[in-house]
């Protein structure tokens, strides 16, 4: 389903910026308000208690166990850019029916 971008995928993963976070000191929450659940996925925001920036997080359940996470501002100063399908991906990732 995915590219071979292995030292992409590593760099994502591995921030800097969070490399020095110690476990529990996330300054980030859920608001457990603003949980929707349906069946193939889940949103909720989250609030990062230091900057006071709300976020959406959106999971999707996909195909053959694996799981698809998203997350961006809720109320963002320009929209974020999404690559799109076929530069990463071979096509748009199959939801769990």
């Known amino acids: ?11 994502l993963f591995v921030s800097r910026r969070h490399r020095q976070l110690s476990p529990g000191a996330s300054p980030y929450v859920v608001l457990m308000e603003t949980i929707k659940i349906n069946p193939t996925n889940a949103e909720m925001q989250l609030v990062n208690t230091e900057t ?17 996470l998203k997350i961006n501002e809720l109320e963002p100063i320009r929209t974020r850019y999404e690559i799109p399908v076929g530069d990463v991906l071979v096509g748009e990732p199959k939801e769990q029916e």
Do not use: E, H, Q, T
């Open 52 to 68: 006071n920036v709300r976020l959406l997080l959106s999971v999707y359940a996909l195909k053959d166990n694996m799981a698809r």
């Open 1 to 11: 389903m995915y590219k071979n971008y292995s030292g992409l995928i590593v760099s």
